[in-house]
């Protein structure tokens, strides 16, 4: 099993401004998974990122927008960049490809 | 196009009751079907899981049933239980290995 620790868990943020969510497990993973659960839709991956190389992102998510670091095999950030109301999401981090997942940061762009 | 759907939003039972909560798929490639809950404020928690090549799972007080030519698969509670009350996501996995997630339930458990 694996035990994440995602913060911060909410986080109320001017538009324009940048969010950073980090993500520590409690032990090496080789692939970690970022999710966003918009409201009222389902959980859409954004990336899968891989320590030592560069993330790889999903159909409809860039780089410029969703940066992400990985560091080490314990540990990954995602930034939600120039954000506006329409990133007002939940945003999630899983591993072992959605055996675990984070307890989720609930954003709000206001 | 969302090939993982979870046509009710919501569901309420009795407590001892059984609860049956429904998902269907339009993606013909997937092979390997799960069942997660999620709590408000926490992450997801796998909950069961079902292989293509089998029609039912059981775990405890749920089972998981697949029926690969509807497309269809189904989570039972039985018995239902207060602390069943949550949002059930019903996922898919291909042989991209990706999840596709439905939009989930809320099960509401009344005592």
């Known amino acids: 099993s694996a035990v994440i620790s995602q913060k911060p868990s909410r986080d109320i943020c001017q538009r324009g401004t940048s969010l950073t969510i980090q993500c520590q497990v409690d032990s090496q993973v080789t692939m970690m998974f970022w999710y966003r659960q918009q409201p009222g839709q389902s959980l859409t991956l954004i990336a899968t990122a891989n320590q030592g190389s560069e993330a790889t992102y999903e159909s409809g998510f860039v780089i410029d927008k969703f940066p992400i670091s990985r560091p080490n095999l314990t540990f990954s950030t995602l930034t939600v960049s120039n954000m506006s109301p329409e990133d007002s999401s939940i945003y999630l981090c899983?591993?072992?490809?959605?055996?675990?997942f984070g307890q989720g940061t609930r954003l709000t762009v206001v | 196009d969302q090939q993982v759907k979870q046509n009710s939003p919501s569901l309420s039972v009795q407590e001892g009751r059984i609860s049956i909560l429904n998902c269907d798929y339009t993606?013909?490639?997937?092979?390997?079907f799960l069942w997660y809950k999620k709590y408000p404020a926490e992450g997801p928690t796998f909950l069961i899981s079902?292989?293509?090549?089998?029609d039912k799972n059981e775990d405890g007080r749920f089972t998981v049933f697949l029926n690969k030519s509807a497309k269809h698969l189904s989570l039972h509670i039985v018995p239902s239980q207060p602390g069943d009350s949550a949002v059930y996501f019903c996922a898919a996995i291909g042989s991209n290995y990706k999840l596709t997630f439905g939009k989930g339930t809320l099960l509401t458990v009344n005592p």
């Open positions: 899983s591993v072992d490809n959605g055996a675990f």
């Open positions: 993606n013909s490639m997937f092979d390997y």
């Open positions: 079902i292989s293509s090549i089998k």
